[in-house]
C-alpha cells in the first residue's frame, strides 16, 4: 500500500526540536487516537459535551472549570474576549465593532510580548483587546506591571514560555498578587507546560495550555481556571469562537489525554541524558563540533543535546548546516534559536536511538564530507 509520505511527495521528518507546531506537535497515544475515531463517528450535543468534559476534566484536575478549545493560541484569544465581554451579550455579538466603552487594555510583560509562532499582541487582538507592555525587555516587576494599571485594564496575561525573556521578571505568584490587590483577572498562558495545575494554585483566574504539546493529545488546547471566567470563556462559541471552534473528537481525545498524562510514567530529564549519551559522543569525535547536555530555560525537566559549530574551521555557517540538514528525503529539524551564536538544540522527546544515530551521521557528512 502506497505511504501517505509517497501519496502527497513528503518529506519524512525527524523532530529534533520538540513538540512544535509546525512539525505537527506530537504523536497521540493508540488509546486516545482510539477515542478520537470514537469521537469522529458518532453524534452529541455539543454544548452538552462541552460542559459535561469540562467537568470531568476540572474534578481530574481539581479545578473550579475547565474548558477545551481548538489551541494554546485560540484560548489567548478566547480568554482575553472572556475578561472584556463577560456576559455582554450584545458585546460578544460585536467585540470588534462596538463602541462601548469597556475596559480592553490588557497588561503583558514586555519581555512576554513575544512571536511563538504568531505574535501575542495578535491573539490578544483578536480577543478584542490591546497590549500594553510593562517594564523593559530585560526587566519586569511587579511594580513595574502595577503602575500600568488604568480604569482601562481588563487583564493581566503571564506567557510562561522558553520563548519569552527569563531573566529579571517578575513569578507568576507575583502577578497574582498585583492582579488580586487591584482586583483583576490574571490570564497565565502555559502552553508547553508540563504541570496543569501549579498556576491555578497560585493564583491565576485562567490558565491555557496546548492539548498536542506536554499532554500528547489532538490539535487542541485547554483552558482551566475559576468558574466565572471558564463559563465566559464557553460564551465564546457564540463569538469570536465560531472560527475557531473544535470538533467533537478533539474535544473526546483532549479529555482522554489529560486522563492518561495524570497517571502516564513520564521520561525524566536524567532519562534524556542517559538516551544522549551515545550521541554526544558521536558528536564530539566530529571535527569542528563539540556537544553537551543543557537544561531547559524554562526551568522545565528536560534536558538537550547543545551542538556548537566551528563555522571557521567547518567553512560554513550554523544556518547553512540547519538548511542543508532539511534537505533530500529525510528533513532533520532542531531548536534554531540561538543558531546565529553557533549552536542549536536537540530535544530527544521525540526521537528515536537510531534516529539519532541518523543525524550523527549527516552531520558528519555535511560537515566533513565522509
Known sequence: MQSIYEKYHLKNVINASGRMTALGVSTPKAEVVEVVNYGMNHYFELKDLVNKTGEYIAKLLGVEGAVVVASASAGIAQTVAAVIIKDDADLLLN???????????IIVPKGHNVNFGAPVDTMVALGGGKVVEAGFANECSAANVAARITPQTAAILYIKSHHTVQKSMLSVADAAAVAKAHNLPLIVDAAAEEDLTAYYHMGADLVIYSGGKAIEGPTSGLVTGRKQYVEWVKLQSSGIGRAMKIGKEGILGLTHAIEVYLTAKKETGQEMVEKMAPFIRDLNAIPGISAKIVWDAAGRDIARTEISFDEKAIGKNTFEIMRQLKQGATAIYFR??????????ADVRSVTPPQLEVISSHIRKLVTGA
Not at 467585540?95 to 487594555?105: M, P
Not at 534554531?336 to 538544540?345: I, L, R
Open 95 to 105: 467585540l470588534h465593532s462596538s463602541d462601548k466603552q469597556v475596559a480592553r487594555e
Open 336 to 345: 534554531e534559536y540561538k543558531a546565529n551564536e553557533g549552536k542549536v538544540e
